[in-house]
Nanobody, 122 residues
């Protein structure tokens, strides 16, 4: 099991940027694929981005391609989500998650953080 703590959320105007961080502790971080997901009230948690153990394979939901970038620093046990050109529809609680295998859907992830709120205003 790995413990995950997200940070970096906040309020930003449309067109702005935020960088989310997810710090991991517990078992060896580099043995996990990592994902970012988001959830709005009344909706299911949705996939945003994922990265494999070595950082060589990345996947994104179509709505964030070209605007968001997932990366990881295995030496710092941290995964990041750089979010540029933010839109009001990006408003959500963002969660990071860990999996033993690279997945692009939530069902493959076992360990989750508590989430961080991102709000994009007009």
């Amino acid at each position: 099991q790995v413990q995950l703590v997200e940070s970096g959320g906040g309020l930003v105007q449309a067109g702005g940027s935020l960088r989310l961080s997810c710090a991991a502790s517990g078992r060896t971080f580099s043995s996990y694929a990592m994902g970012w997901f988001r959830q709005t009230p009344g909706k299911e948690r949705a996939f945003v981005a994922a990265i494999n153990r070595g950082g060589t394979t990345k996947g994104y939901v179509d709505s964030v391609k070209g605007r968001f970038t997932i990366s990881r620093d295995n030496a710092k046990n941290t995964v990041y989500l750089q979010m540029n050109s933010l839109k009001p529809e990006d408003t959500a609680v963002y969660y990071c998650a860990a999996s033993g295998v690279y997945y692009t859907d939530s069902s493959g992830y076992d360990d989750w953080g508590q989430g961080t709120q991102v709000t994009v205003s007009l």
